[in-house]
């Protein structure tokens, strides 16, 4: 556990090199909780990387547990230069009190308020993030609306964390490519193998990735507005959507006249569009795609830093015409501004690629906003460019063809793919918010806040408008990139009508309600759906874990029913197929493998199996006690005819065959 958390602190240490360099330290603002909160992303994203690249060299020179040698080489590593670079600093001084940097704490007073709220924000990440996954007595404990999202996640940290998954395959659709970002689950996986219990490594990362995102997002209210409770109210926002659905919700059940009964049992999302139940709007999301929070916090670092480009070029004095032909058709409009930074901040978002791919996608479609109202627009294309090769490069590492199919796909999940289909579906999903946030920007005083405005919504436009996977509804991240940045102008907008007389105050009040409402509710729903009777448990204690984690390696293939997360899973195996949707959201052919497992486990002629058993190259065949597979019933008896019985539960439920 030791190992773990020194670990971690490397990362702060190593990621606070950069981020000084990022960062430039500007008036009005604690730099204290900025440099925390990009130290330690940028340090993740180093030392993840450095680690996995290691690990994976180690694998390829025969190593049978690479993470031994990456990290007895990459942790010290590490603290020599952690070393070095404070001495050198401080040492030529003459003192090491340079260490605890002045000037990151310039306002006491705000200092205090901020420390308040984002201690309160602290609290209630760890206790959100522990009350939906946690491990009790050797039980794991995963609610009902987020086991889902886990069961390949965990899957992937296991498959590092028991065992040797380099060159990286998808656990639930193993011998092939890993086309799904896996760098998170690697990292958390690395710290599960350093002593800490998974429990604690995927939810101690988790909250400090998403407090450091919402670190940056208040920061970045309070700069658009200058506003402290702008960017308290923006935080809450981020929590709580905004919906038509709730007030449809409370409508329906009053003319049913069963509201209180409803309200009190019901334990599902409300939703009445597409795939709107899965929890696609709210905070959910955040709960189970956890390396989405990481990739945010890395975009807003970079976005914090390309906001000085945007306000310069919105701080010019000329008008109208005038100021957008200076914007296109001059020499600064285009020369660098420091094309160092531009350079680091395109490494660092390209590296976090395999982290989570829609969270860089939707940074540079806002940075492509930025860019159109900047000066330095070289700077935007170099930062582009770079982030374009690096994720290329991750991309020709570790996928065979073709990472994405972009196609153009209108309309997102709306039913009616027409103009005012489209946007009654918006309003749908998210009441007044989007619709709304174009009538602000008429209201919006300064040039940059339009600005800004403006370019936070192409991620929304980009996901009613492209597809780049099979399953259009992952599109739903970038509505939800667009939706946490806009959130800022309705903070202000509130505020501004709160700032108002008694009736400005009640609609001010009333607005917030509106807005927050239907996200309240879900919030609810969250609780009452991962309470102790809405939990999926698994045996991290099982003799099976043990078993496959001991007799298979990275070369094996194994194939079991359609399994989502449970005993087998939690082992690391690569198997031929888990549960569906997983591979196939990610771009895996699952219906072929489907055909193919459901003949091996219902076929009666042994001759056959044995064939395509080879042919698939699975290497072991799990059977368990009175499984179906695609509704057809399996036949043990031919499966035991054609291989060799290897292990049986100590229950009999479960047995495994060595082909």
Known sequence: MMLGVIYLV???????????LLLSKKSGYNQIWLTLAAAFGTGVLIMGWATYMTAWAASEAGAVHPLIYANAVVMPVAVLIVVILYWKRYHKAGTFKGILETGLITDRRLFRKEAVFFGALLVFLIWIMFYVFFIKDGVL????????????????????????????????FGGQDVKYHFMFQFFVGNLEFLGLRLDFAYNVVSVLVLLGFLIFLYHMAKRLTGSFAAGVLTVFFFFFRSSLRFFHFVTEHLQAKDLWATLRDNTTFIGYTTNENWGLWNFNVYLNQRHLAFGLLIVAIVLWVFMDWLEAGCSAPERGVHWIKRRIFTKKAWLCVHSETALLAGMLLGLTSFWNGAAVIGGLLILMGFAVFSDGKLDYLILAVTSVIFSVLQTKIFIWGNAVSPSFYWGFLSENKSITGVLWYLIQMSGVFFVGAVLIALFLRERRQRAALVSFFFPLIFAFCMSLTPDIAVNHKYIMIAYAFLAIFWSLAVLKLFQRKIGGKIVAVLLTIALSITGIYDFVVILKDNDSGHRVTVNMRSEVTEWLAEHLDHNDLIL?????????????????????????????DTYDRAAKAKEIYSSTDAEAIKKLVKQEKITYVLYEEGMQYEQEACR?????????????????RIRIYET
């Not at 609306?145 to 028991?162: C, I, K, L, N, Q």
């Not at 005819?641 to 290897?646: E, G, I, M, Y």
Request: proline share 7%; glycine share 10%; with cysteine.
């Open 636 to 652: 043990e008896d031919t499966i035991a005819s054609a291989f060799t019985l290897v292990y049986e539960s100590e229950d009999g």
């Open 141 to 172: 404990y995963s609610g009902y609306t987020v086991y889902g999202d886990y069961a390949p996640h965990t899957a992937m940290m296991r498959s590092f964390s028991m065992g040797n998954n380099f060159p990286t395959e998808y656990p639930h």
């Open 560 to 588: 079991t029913p359609e399994y989502s997360i449970n005993e087998v899973t939690m082992s690391g195996v690569m198997m031929y197929m888990g549960w569906p949707y997983y591979a196939w959201s990610a771009g895996y």
């Open 10 to 20: 490397l990362c702060m240490l190593i990621g606070k090199e950069p981020a000084g």
